[in-house]
């Protein structure tokens, strides 16, 4: 018999009453028997929902009440010391210490979760990092699915992967704390046992990525140390193909293994062709990272392949990764057009794809679910709304002087130069100010209905009047409108673009209480009008100094979107850009003489496997190329990003050719700019003197220690002031004396270089 199984649920609740549940306990609103009610609430309906759709393993620990990698670090007692913690029982307010801080204690770190919008808390150790099972909660929610009389698959992030996801806080190397980990490893499995556990899931998501040679004898050890006991293991791959890591994963002597067939859909019969004879194969095939209906017939061809190797008893199917970073539950959609739904699968119809692939496979007939699929394929392939041939024969004729300004930088900067007139150190801010209540009401209201569009459009106008006043007053030399219009900076030009949905509910944890709802990426994309053109006009027409018209970045719009599954992303991108290519020629025909288009994503796109990484920074920087290039040599071309690691791609960075790119410097006092150094970046860069993360105000005297380390390192005519980041999320208490104090720094730059 072919088993369905499942790797992990979403944790947050259909209604997302886990985030309520939590913000309202941080807040004092609700007492913690109440929010551990709601915990397991989540969980029973989670469970009964799999049990119900018919999958055989039920994961169990897949809960958190805010992240698996922090639950490991609490079940292990990994607490770092400044929590003051007294050992024994990890409670729920140093877990939540450890997350967000408190009064006197900084949080442990957070960093995304491989290549998805995921971001965990960092475990951090030293020489003297001891391990000791620290809490119940993966006992007592085993105890708790027995008692519904399920049979739970309870899972752990694996010790090879915990403890290289984590940062050394005295140089030790994590992995030489591996033989103290894995006795608490063995207890813990010990325990399991002792509650009747069959099999556990021991997620070993680092061998999707390139690892080293200590790496690989880790993942030699820990096995052989935690296989060949009373619990059998399944150790789960995911997010990408294993590669190099293939021979290896097959040799660890666990029980079942799992592998991503979606990310590595080739790697099959290649691995097929050397499976060990007693392992049991556990087939990812169901995307758990995107929202389209799986092609059975497709995934089908597949599994029938392994089990034709294997025989059935051997063959698992699964999501290709844990159902986390996919929405909750499609039926829930009461608003989507019908058409666009029938496409779409979030987590509760993945459950319903597994169990119908295992039936089928099974000898069950289940005809009519692949008739459907089949329907589904076709009416995607051949839907209008998807492939529009006007896009299409768009993308036919692009030719390389499309991804190329008319001339160099050098060249252009003079003619720059000349047209904007602007002093040594010029000053700007990287596009959104704060976005006030006022602001949110209006937006409400008009959404709602209960404002009309002029009244909507007054408002909006208002604010930008506020906000070029301000600029003006304080003496900045670039102005911005200020974003009061935009919700969010992607899903603001999904709404205008063609070839873009959005779903009501399908919100994704992207940390902690934190969700996301990314914008659905169907089918051509065009642009029907200009987006942004009337808003960037009006804010010009207030001042005689410049306005920077403000666009995201295809890179960007792409990689926080659900994407379609049809064509390579690096298509969708270009068909991106070439929407914004037009929005840029607008702004420019409109007088707006620089234009900003942030890609703050650019990095997080990188592939896992560096080989990928040059095929990927290709498109990429094509994308951004055919967005910008339009324009006339005097129009400046700004970018954004926001992250401070760019040593590894600064080739690419420049490759964009932006005439000034903003980057994220002052938490690291300038250190990035090593980068910028070392390659000699030609154009022109704003490292930012003002972290816009901290409500803390800036000095002048701070800023300008920070454009002095600059000003050694860069020439001072290649440098502008500005902020690390948009200041959306501030007050305006902070931002007014922070920016006049940015002003005064910059005149402070020019006194002293004049
Ligand atoms: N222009 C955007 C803003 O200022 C940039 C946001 C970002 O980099 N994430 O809000
Ligand atoms: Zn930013």
Redesign the pocket.
Known sequence: MVLATNLGFPRMGAKRELKFAVEGFWKGDITEAELVQTGADIRRTNWLMQRDAGIDHVPVNDFAFYDQMLDMTSLLGAVPPRYNWAGSNVDMHTYFAMARGNATTQAMEMTKWFDTNYHYIVPEFSADTKFAISTTKIFDEVAEAKALGLNPRPVLIGPVTYLSLGKSKDGTDPLLLLPKLLSVYRQILMTLVGQGVEWVQMDEPILALDITQAQAEALKSAYTTLCGYDVKICLATYFEKLSANEDLALSLPSEALHIDLRRGAGQLNGILAKFPDTKILSLGLIDGRNIWKNNLRLSLEQAESAVDALGSDRVWLAPSCSLLHSPIDLNLETRMDAQLKSWMAFSKQKLDEIVTLASILNGNDVGAALTESDAVAKDRSTSLRIHDSAVKSRMATLTLDMFARASPFINRRPVQQASLGLPLFPTT????FPQTKTIREARAAFKKGTLDVNGYDAAMKQEIRDVVKFQEEIGLDVLVHG?AERND?VEYFGEQLKGFTFSQNGWVQSYGSRCVKPPIIFGDVSRPTPMTVTWSSYAQSLTPRPMKG?L?GPITMLFWSFVRDDQPRSETCKQIALALRDEVSDLEAAGIKII?I?E?AIREGLPLHRADWNAYLKWAVDSFRLSSSSVRDETQIHT???YSEFNDIIGSIAALDADSISIETSRSQMELLEAFIEFQYPNEIGPGVYDIHSPRIPSVDEMVMLLEKAAIVLDPAQIWVNPD????TRAWAEVKPALTNMVEAAKVMRRMFA
């Not at 801010?429 to 959104?432: K, P």
Request: with cysteine; charged share 15%; proline share 6%.
């Open positions: 801010t990287i596009g959104s974003e900076m403000m995201t900003q942030d703050p954004h990003m926001c980041c948009g200041l959306k």
